[in-house]
């Protein structure tokens, strides 16, 4: 994942993430960007701040044990208050909703 700044087009920031997918979203207060974690069945925070990412908590959706190929993590879709954030699960068809003080799955929906 990379910032770009856009009136000079230089990458300011990158980071690895586990694996990555297309889903990305930022915290209403630009400081928290989500990122779908595909295979990883997980979501990543990243802090956000001057220009700079670096890696937050992971939010596990499946835990390794229990993980199948169905269980994988596609696009992540944060709530207007920032509390929530609703993550498809795209081989399930399934959305799962995480609590993003706690980071814990609170629903899932088929």
């Known amino acids: 994942v990379g910032v ?6 230089q990458m300011t920031s990158q980071l690895r ?16 960007l989500y990122v779908g974690g595909g295979s990883q ?20 959706v499946t835990p390794p ?11 992540v879709q944060m709530g207007p ?9 795209m081989h399930r068809d399934q959305i799962v909703v995480i609590n993003t003080q706690s980071g814990r799955v609170i629903e899932q929906y088929k």
Do not use: C, I
């Open 81 to 89: 208050d920032g509390r929530l954030l609703y993550v498809s699960v």
């Open 65 to 75: 044990e229990k993980r199948q190929h169905q269980d994988f993590v596609g696009d």
């Open 17 to 32: 993430v586990p694996d990555g997918w297309l889903g990305l979203a930022m915290s209403p207060d630009g400081k928290r």
């Open 41 to 60: 069945a997980s979501v990543y925070e990243l802090e956000y701040e001057n220009g700079t990412l670096k890696m937050g908590r992971t939010f596990v």
């Open 4 to 9: 770009v700044d856009v009136s000079t087009g």
